[in-house]
C-alpha cells in the first residue's frame, strides 16, 4: 500500500519560514520524481516545486528564491524549506509521486502566512 504522509504546516507569519516533510512507503522511491503541489481555497491546484530521480528541482515561478526542495533516499522522504514566506502561500500543500503514468497524493497539510 503507498503513503505519502505530510508534515511540517502550520501558522506563521509573513516573513517567516516552515519545512515540510513527506514520508514515503509502499514505493520504491528513488526512482520517482517527487513533486509538492498546494492548493489554495477556491483555486486550482497548482505546481510549486519538483525533483526528479536524478536530483533536478524545478520552481514555480512564484517560489523561486524562497522555497528550496530536496529529497532523502536513504529515508525515502522530500522536504520542501519555505522561506520568506507570503501571506499568498496560503493553501494545502500536497506531496506527489510520479513516475511515468503512475501518480500518488498526500493527504495534504495546512500553511498559513498570517499576522
Known amino acids: 500500500q503507498v503513503q505519502l504522509v505530510e508534515s511540517g504546516g502550520g501558522l506563521v507569519q509573513p516573513g517567516g519560514s516552515l519545512r515540510l516533510s513527506c514520508a514515503a512507503s509502499g514505493i520504491m522511491f528513488r526512482i520517482y520524481n517527487m513533486g509538492w503541489y498546494r492548493q489554495a481555497p477556491g483555486k486550482q491546484r497548482e505546481l510549486v516545486a519538483v525533483i526528479t530521480s536524478g536530483g533536478i528541482t524545478n520552481y514555480a515561478d512564484s517560489v523561486k528564491g524562497r522555497f528550496t526542495i530536496s529529497r532523502d533516499n536513504a529515508k525515502n522522504t522530500v522536504s520542501l524549506q519555505m522561506n520568506s514566506l507570503k501571506p499568498e502561500d496560503t493553501a494545502v500543500y500536497y506531496c506527489?509521486?510520479?513516475?511515468?503514468?503512475?501518480?500518488?497524493w498526500g493527504q495534504g497539510t495546512q500553511v498559513t502566512v498570517s499576522s
Open positions: 506527489y509521486a510520479g513516475r511515468t503514468t503512475i501518480g500518488y
